[in-house]
């Protein structure tokens, strides 16, 4: 009896607290146990995917946060370019990821590429393992919330009346009804919680070898540039932050990007290192 005792009462214990566990979503080590959807948890076998802005100024990005290369109709790159994070297509399929040299896995995931550092990954809207086309269909539909949700909030007029050459910019949002260009290095100067928005009605143009630089611990994920006309970023130029592009964006030969490039049509590479912020 004594025995049957010792068995029973450990079993019943650990009964209890798998039901308690199920119930309530308390997990001894405290992790928490409710249900988490594919689409939030983001792209199997995600690789970096940086960090977002947090906060009532910045503009959220959703699950469109788990890319640094987000677009509807096509990524091309022409090597060697470097990107650090993940890229995804939708509704685009895999024929039209090109110039990467895509290498398949054997569930049809995702892809990796000699031009993405490990552990970040591409994927198409016809991979047919796990989630992934799920997950796209829904990074998508946040791309254009967040570039709707950008372009509605109230701005400040246009720095440089869209000519922003050797500009020290403050944090704020700030709305241009033309387009714009940047043919000379801009700063924009704040601290580590500082936001930028910038509303473009039209395209932005940013001139060869030209930066944009970041004072004071301003960071990248706290920089965004909504743009309704084409994105166009000249050789050897340093953009910073996060592109909302309702049609394309283009990087010429040699130009860096520290942030993400999300476009409601296609991403143009060119021997470009691109990097989650």
Do not use: H
């Not at 607290?17 to 988490?36: H, R, Y």
């Not at 799920?134 to 539909?141: D, H, S």
């Amino acid at each position: 009896m004594y025995k049957t005792k010792f068995i029973f009462k450990p079993l019943t214990w650990t009964m209890t607290l798998l039901m308690t566990a199920l119930t309530t979503g308390c997990w001894m080590d405290g992790s928490g146990g409710g249900s988490v959807s594919a689409a939030a948890a983001g792209p199997a076998s995600a690789g970096p995917v940086g960090t977002a802005c947090v906060g009532a100024s910045c503009v959220p990005l959703g699950t469109a946060a788990n890319y640094v290369i987000l677009a509807k109709t096509g990524v091309s790159t022409v090597p060697n370019s470097v990107v650090t994070g993940n890229i995804g297509l939708s509704p685009a399929a895999r024929t039209f990821l090109t110039g990467w040299s895509l290498i398949s896995e054997s569930t049809d995931t995702s892809f990796s590429s000699a031009q993405v550092a490990a552990p970040g990954r591409l994927y198409a809207a016809d991979n047919v393992g796990g989630t992934t086309s799920v997950n796209l269909t829904t990074a998508v539909g946040d791309m254009q919330t967040a570039y709707t949700a950008a372009a509605g909030k109230a701005g400040g007029s246009c720095p440089g009346v869209g000519i922003m050459s050797g500009l020290t910019i403050a944090p704020g949002v700030y709305t241009c009804a033309n387009g714009v260009t940047i043919p000379t290095s801009i700063t924009l100067s704040g601290t580590a919680t500082d936001v930028w928005v910038f509303q473009f009605a039209q395209g932005l143009t940013q001139s060869a070898a030209t930066q944009v630089i970041l004072a004071g611990g301003a960071l990248p994920k706290n920089v965004f540039w909504q743009v309704a006309g084409a994105v166009d970023i000249g050789t050897t130029a340093l953009m910073q932050g996060v592109i909302l592009s309702q049609t394309s964006i283009n990087l010429q030969a040699g130009a860096k990007v520290n942030g993400r490039l999300l476009a409601q049509s296609a991403v143009t590479l060119n021997q470009n290192t691109i990097t989650v912020p």
